[in-house]
């Protein structure tokens, strides 16, 4: 059992509150930005099964620096990092705005991916320091509540803003995501982080640590293996539900709608998982939560109408809303003094991964499956994950979150 700093390094109750809208606010923009870029790489002329590769591109830089930016966070501080990565996320967006190519398309929706990992890495880091007094799973339950608040903002205010889908109406929307993103930048910097230092000696550590320890360390294998399946899955959904809506020649509100009944349901699931979880434990929340979203997600193709696609949607919602907070916490509370932002990034990493191969997978299925096809195979993949780590599940977290 691994023994927290016992320096009092925490995070005011009231930046906390400060630190979770601007988690809303920015997820705001990400979500509204993301099916947006799908619009307008339809309007350029990319087909249905060059999606898949077009998603990956979010996940690719950030794969090959998470762990490096972890480490850095670790070293020096979360608010930095919070900051900065913010300000790309915005930057990157607006280069998005005015992108005429596929490349540079392309290019702008990678550096958006980039300066969300830095902004995440730094968020859950800072979380994990302040969360003291509630539990890990408490306060990346409403963290991540406050990831489904942006998710169900987002497509909403796209599918307003896009209408029809145009390309006027997709670019409008997508410089809409860009101000939101900067809108989030007061709200971080009302955030007053912890005065106590790292110590000297956790700074080393962090930078000794190899990769293959953290790996090594009880239970962050299946913990990445259920946050890279689940969050992949969302990404799928967000991705290729506005195919599926041309496939049946749905409006883009009308998609946006669907795309902010899933958040709202993952919202849902995601404000009482404290509770939820210190009554039942960790292994039947997940174990139910997945099983639930694999089963929503091969019923969305045979779901016919948009009112049976909407039922399908909520109870997705409900299912992947679980995973990602559970595996947050599990994560932390496994940590090494000193190392949580690395082992945090590590599980970022998996996520990465997860979206890169799934989408590029997903556009091998699209080009004879279509986008019905891809969310049925999607939630194959969900079940057969839920397969290979439900035996070794921990039921309870190892331990409780101690003072800092």
């Known amino acids: ?12 109750s009231r930046s906390l509150f400060w630190l979770f809208a601007a988690f809303a606010v920015t997820h705001a923009a990400t979500n509204l930005v993301r099916p947006m870029v799908s619009y307008r790489a339809l309007q350029l002329g990319v087909p249905p099964e060059g999606l898949g590769l077009l998603a990956a591109s979010f996940s690719l830089a950030p ?38 190519n596929v490349a ?27 969360s003291a007094a509630t539990g890990y799973d408490r306060a990346f339950g409403h963290l991540s509540f406050s990831a489904s608040v942006g998710q169900l903002l987002g497509p909403a205010v796209a599918g307003f803003i896009a209408g029809q889908g145009s390309p006027d109406e997709t670019i409008r929307a997508i410089v809409v995501a860009g101000f939101l993103s900067l809108a989030g930048l007061p709200l971080i910097l009302a955030i007053r982080p912890p005065r106590v230092g790292r110590p000297a000696d956790g700074a080393d550590t962090v930078t000794r640590i190899p990769l293959r320890s953290i790996l ?7 913990a990445i293996l259920v946050s890279t399946t689940v969050l992949s ?7 290729y539900m ?23 349901a993952s919202m849902a699931s995601r404000l009482f998982i404290g509770r939820l979880s210190d009554r039942f434990g960790r292994r039947l929340l997940l174990i139910v939560s997945m099983s639930v979203s694999a089963v929503a997600l091969v019923a969305l193709p045979f779901a016919s109408s948009a009112e049976a696609t909407l039922v399908v949607m909520i109870a997705a919602g409900l299912g992947l809303g679980i995973g990602q907070p559970l595996t947050m ?11 949580r932002a690395t082992a945090l990034s590590v599980r970022l990493m998996g996520n990465r991964v997860g979206q890169i191969a799934l989408p590029v997978f997903a556009g091998s299925v699209a080009a004879f499956a279509g986008a019905g096809g891809v969310l049925a195979v999607t939630g194959v993949i969900v079940g057969i994950s839920l397969a290979l780590v439900s035996g070794g599940l921990a039921s309870r977290p190892r331990r409780k979150a101690e003072p800092e």
Request: no cysteine.
């Open 1 to 12: 059992m691994h023994t927290d700093h016992p320096a009092p390094a925490t995070v005011s």
């Open 63 to 100: 794969l090959v620096i998470a762990l490096s930016i972890g480490r850095l966070v670790d070293r020096r501080g979360e608010m930095l990092f919070v900051v900065g990565g913010t300000v790309v996320m915005a930057a990157s967006t607006f280069l998005i705005a005015i992108a005429g």
């Open 104 to 130: 540079l398309l392309t290019l702008g929706y990678a550096l958006v991916g980039l300066g969300h990992l830095v902004m995440v890495v730094g968020t859950q880091s800072l979380v994990a320091r302040g």
């Open 216 to 222: 090594r360390q009880p239970g962050i294998i299946r």
């Open 233 to 239: 899955a969302i990404d799928i959904v967000v991705v």
């Open 242 to 264: 506005p195919a599926l809506g041309e496939e049946r020649g749905w409006a883009a509100s009308l998609v946006g709608a669907m795309l902010a009944v899933r958040a709202g």
């Open 329 to 339: 916490s599990w994560v932390a509370a496994e940590a090494s003094p000193g190392t």
